[in-house]
């Protein structure tokens, strides 16, 4: 008598953290990432990681306050863009989706992740080196932290763009324009990988992690919550 009392727990599609707070928190910490630091550094700008590495060395001497601000905020943002990814991919499969777009999504968003926390890392340690280190230690620092925070985090970010709107366009749960801006955007991050051989492919990752985002942001609110909001 007392079992069919209990009533089975069905999951729903609206569990877990509202994506848009998350999405949003994530790109918020993502931008103060870059203007508070250049605020903190009274308006100097962190030097190119194709630059000369005497400027390097003279930024970090006279800025190790900014650095850490950077890499604080850096680390920050890795998470909730972790959680943004794992609510994103339940969604998916709460929706019904069984493609492996969702996983390519997942492993995207948790390779993006884990790129800005390791280079929020190498910024911290950046700001660590004593003035001695002279200037190929903080240049290879330096290249670590851009390796990772550059086209790491946008390739891994475009997996995870490219992934969701490939999914959302098959079974129609986002807009046509909504979803090939995130195949266009993915498709750029990807181009950011050419960086390691070509330093102009540098001006593809700004657009890659902003731009990505920024498209994140709108599907968090575009992205139904049950089927009946889906177009298919």
Same mark, same amino acid.
């Given at each position: 008598?007392?079992?069919?009392?209990?009533?089975?727990?069905?999951? /729903?599609?609206?569990?877990?953290?509202?994506?848009?707070?998350?999405?949003?928190?994530?790109?918020?910490?993502?931008? !103060? !990432?870059?203007?508070?630091?250049?605020?903190? !550094? $009274?308006?100097?700008? @962190?030097? *190119?990681?194709?630059?000369?590495?005497? =400027?390097?060395?003279?930024?970090?001497?006279?800025?190790?306050?900014?650095? &850490?601000?950077?890499?604080?905020?850096?680390?920050? !943002? *890795?998470?909730?863009?972790?959680?943004?990814?794992?609510?994103?991919?339940?969604?998916?499969? #709460?929706?019904?989706?069984?493609?492996?777009?969702?996983?390519?999504?997942?492993?995207?968003?948790?390779?993006?992740?884990?790129?800005?926390?390791?280079?929020?890392?190498?910024?911290?340690?950046?700001? /660590?080196?004593?003035?001695?280190? $002279?200037?190929? +230690?903080?240049?290879?620092?330096?290249?670590?932290?851009?390796?990772?925070?550059?086209?790491?985090?946008?390739?891994?970010?475009?997996?995870?763009?490219?992934?969701?709107?490939?999914?959302? #366009? @098959?079974?129609?749960? +986002?807009?046509?324009?909504?979803?090939?801006?995130?195949?266009?955007?993915?498709? =750029?991050?990807?181009?950011?990988?050419?960086?390691?051989?070509?330093? =102009?492919?540098? @001006?593809?990752?700004?657009?890659?992690?902003?731009?990505?985002?920024?498209?994140?942001?709108?599907?968090?609110?575009? +992205?139904?919550?049950?089927?009946?909001? *889906?177009? &298919?």
């Amino acid at each position: 008598m007392m079992a069919s009392l209990v009533r089975p727990v069905r999951p /729903r599609a609206g569990g877990g953290p509202p994506l848009p707070l998350v999405a949003g928190v994530a790109a918020a910490l993502a931008v !103060a !990432a870059v203007v508070v630091p250049l605020i903190v !550094a $009274g308006g100097d700008a @962190y030097p *190119s990681p194709f630059g000369d590495a005497g =400027v390097l060395a003279a930024y970090v001497g006279a800025h190790p306050d900014a650095l &850490r601000v950077t890499a604080l905020l850096q680390f920050a !943002a *890795s998470v909730p863009l972790a959680v943004l990814t794992a609510s994103v991919v339940a969604r998916l499969h #709460a929706l019904g989706v069984r493609a492996a777009g969702a996983m390519i999504a997942l492993v995207g968003g948790v390779a993006a992740a884990t790129a800005a926390a390791v280079s929020a890392c190498a910024q911290w340690a950046l700001s /660590r080196l004593p003035e001695t280190s $002279g200037e190929a +230690l903080p240049g290879l620092v330096r290249d670590v932290a851009f390796a990772a925070g550059g086209p790491w985090y946008v390739v891994g970010s475009g997996l995870l763009l490219a992934g969701i709107a490939v999914t959302a #366009a @098959y079974y129609g749960l +986002l807009p046509r324009v909504l979803w090939i801006t995130g195949v266009a955007l993915a498709v =750029v991050s990807e181009l950011a990988t050419f960086v390691f051989v070509a330093p =102009v492919a540098a @001006y593809l990752i700004p657009v890659g992690r902003f731009g990505g985002l920024a498209w994140l942001v709108l599907v968090a609110v575009r +992205l139904p919550r049950d089927r009946h909001g *889906s177009r &298919r």
